[in-house]
């Protein structure tokens, strides 16, 4: 039982006595010759007027008055809750305020996360898969940072599959093996002009696949990496985000293990092997929005290896490959951009996508490509573009939390020797305030690696955690850092279930921090008299 309900329970009984009290006879109940009586409050309450001491004398003592017994009671019990909280509180609130991996928050409001907690804890009772879109530059390629985002998460909140895939996989991933063939192109948006699309419908991985005849695509969890991303495997649900121009057929087909008896043992006992059995899905579920159709498909077994197959002429913005329900995260490495391309893709489209995917996260990781030439006369033009990204993504997705990651340390070379890039703190500092002046909270990757020169540590840490370029993280280095950004959430989300446990109201955590802080004035003050005493008594 908390100390809350302790409380409330040793109130209720006092005031049921005290009832008792007012209502009972003064001369008591006669029960032929016995006599029941019931004392009342003031004689409950009631002390000697007088008392003996240890020498036999009598001393006076007053009366305590019922209320106040009461009253004094109450206020020791929620003493004894605060200083059970107030330690925990300031736990939390020490590293919100100085730890080095600390997310920086909007007018350092510690409940920005709570919509995010809230709608991952919603997923495991309602059955549905909440998307985590992880858009960053070339440091993500290879589903680096984000498999470990992935895996955390998934962890904890449930879910399988790698998340929303490409029609055409340019970059192999180290999680999740993709291949496809046949009349399928491929256009991006944040690429050289040759490999841009006619037009701006390019969904929610900034590219599409245009499918002009017939195409086959594969996806199968990547071989020998069990023990390293044992949730990106055992998927069930798949969906196709395709446009509801032009036609499109679809045929699905999934392998996954069954039991068969292939004879007997000496015992008598039946002899099994476990074998690969290939599926055709049932036709999907289809839903169609104004520029987008989502094509889904609900198998009653897991897979980690399926294939798609495709025919017509049409646009395809991702395929999801997705658990029954949980965490979905997906990775989208753009090599070479800044993240300022978001408003160049169709906002309908881009809006629909979001919608679909059940996308309440959206982490915007950029900034590097900015660092090389930035100035300080290119400052307020590149702050109004980044705000211009953000809020075209806010206007997409308003019910999701967005995160922006600022740029790792990067050095070169200057005079001969491996130095941090004049330009990187000016970049770190103008995109800090532009999160935060929109609401987003921001994660300093630069701040969490060291400071300026950590990128050269790196490289010389063994096994490496940054390339000899001392620009990208090496699998192992992305790995750490996706480790540290998940240590730090979950310092977040440990104090949302803190928070969530105890009941603790904004106007409750305001009054144990007052009695934290005066039980911290007590503490100095004490320890002064103390000092003063050792001085006067040497």
């Known amino acids: 039982m908390t100390p809350v309900k302790v409380l409330l329970s040793i109130i209720s009984l006092f005031l049921v006595l005290g009832v008792m009290a007012l209502a009972y006879p003064e001369d008591g109940i006669h029960i032929g010759d016995t006599t029941l009586r019931y004392p009342k409050l003031s004689q409950v309450f009631e002390k000697a007027e007088t008392t003996t001491d240890s020498a036999g004398n009598k001393v006076k003592v007053e009366q305590v008055d019922p209320e106040d017994a009461i009253r004094q009671m109450m206020e020791e019990t929620k003493a004894k809750q605060f200083a059970a909280y107030s330690d925990s509180l300031k736990y939390y609130e020490d590293f919100f305020r100085e730890g080095r991996t600390r997310f920086d928050l909007p007018n350092n409001d510690l409940t920005w996360f709570d919509r995010f907690f809230t709608n991952l804890q919603n997923a495991q009772k309602d059955s549905s898969v909440v998307h985590v879109i992880h858009y960053g530059d070339s440091q993500l390629e290879e589903d680096r940072i984000s498999s470990t985002i992935r895996e955390d998460l998934q962890t904890e909140f449930g879910g399988n599959g790698p998340g929303m895939l490409p029609a055409v996989m340019h970059i192999p991933s180290q999680s999740t093996s993709q291949w496809n063939n046949g009349d399928l192109q491929r256009y991006i948006i944040f690429g050289p002009k040759e490999e841009h699309a006619t037009h701006n419908r390019y969904g929610p991985l900034a590219q599409v696949g245009e499918l002009n005849g017939s195409a086959v695509i594969g996806v199968k969890k990547r071989e020998g990496r069990k023990d390293m991303f044992p949730h990106v495997g055992s998927y069930s649900t798949i969906k196709v985000l395709a446009s509801n121009k032009g036609s499109l057929k679809?045929?699905?087909?999934?392998?996954?293990?069954?039991?068969?008896?292939?004879?007997?043992?000496?015992?008598?006992?039946?002899?099994?092997?476990?074998?690969?059995?290939?599926?055709?899905?049932?036709?999907?579920?289809?839903?169609?929005?104004?520029?987008?159709?989502?094509?889904?498909?609900?198998?009653?077994?897991?897979?980690?290896?399926?294939?798609?197959?495709?025919?017509?002429?049409?646009?395809?913005?991702?395929?999801?490959?997705?658990?029954?329900?949980?965490?979905?995260?997906?990775?989208?490495?753009?090599?070479?951009?800044?993240?300022?391309?978001?408003?160049?893709?169709?906002?309908?489209?881009?809006?629909?996508?979001?919608?679909?995917?059940?996308?309440?996260?959206?982490?915007?990781?950029?900034?590097?490509?900015?660092?090389?030439?930035?100035?300080?006369?290119?400052?307020?033009?590149?702050?109004?573009?980044?705000?211009?990204?953000?809020?075209?993504?806010?206007?997409?997705?308003?019910?999701?939390?967005?995160?922006?990651?600022?740029?790792?340390?990067?050095?070169?070379?200057?005079?001969?020797?491996?130095?941090?890039?004049?330009?990187?703190?000016?970049?770190?500092?103008?995109?800090?305030?532009?999160?935060?002046?929109?609401?987003?909270?921001?994660?300093?990757?630069?701040?969490?690696?060291?400071?300026?020169?950590?990128?050269?540590?790196?490289?010389?840490?063994?096994?490496?955690?940054?390339?000899?370029?001392?620009?990208?993280?090496?699998?192992?280095?992305?790995?750490?850092?996706?480790?540290?950004?998940?240590?730090?959430?979950?310092?977040y989300y440990d104090y949302f279930q803190f928070r969530e446990r105890h009941h603790l109201n904004d106007s409750k955590l305001k009054d144990i921090r007052k009695f934290s802080d005066q039980k911290q004035a007590n503490a100095d003050t004490t320890k002064v008299i103390d000092l003063n005493k050792e001085k006067l008594n040497p």
């Open 250 to 491: 679809l045929r699905l087909t999934y392998e996954h293990d069954v039991t068969e008896q292939v004879g007997t043992n000496a015992d008598g006992s039946p002899k099994l092997k476990i074998k690969s059995k290939k599926e055709t899905a049932a036709a999907p579920a289809v839903e169609k929005f104004t520029k987008l159709t989502v094509y889904t498909w609900k198998l009653p077994d897991t897979t980690s290896n399926i294939k798609l197959y495709l025919s017509g002429r049409t646009e395809i913005y991702a395929i999801s490959v997705d658990g029954s329900y949980g965490v979905a995260v997906d990775n989208v490495a753009m090599r070479g951009s800044s993240g300022t391309v978001f408003h160049k893709i169709d906002s309908q489209l881009l809006a629909e996508s979001y919608k679909a995917m059940n996308a309440k996260l959206i982490i915007m990781e950029y900034g590097g490509n900015m660092v090389p030439s930035m100035t300080p006369k290119t400052l307020d033009w590149s702050k109004k573009l980044i705000t211009r990204q953000i809020q075209s993504v806010k206007k997409a997705n308003p019910d999701a939390d967005i995160l922006f990651i600022g740029p790792a340390d990067m050095a070169k070379q200057i005079n001969g020797r491996w130095q941090t890039y004049p330009g990187l703190g000016i970049t770190i500092k103008m995109l800090r305030e532009v999160a935060l002046e929109n609401g987003l909270a921001y994660w300093d990757m630069h701040r969490v690696m060291g400071g300026e020169g950590s990128m050269i540590k790196w490289v010389k840490k063994s096994p490496p955690l940054g390339f000899t370029d001392h620009v990208h993280f090496t699998r192992k280095g992305a790995s750490y850092m996706g480790d540290l950004f998940c240590s730090s959430l979950h310092m």
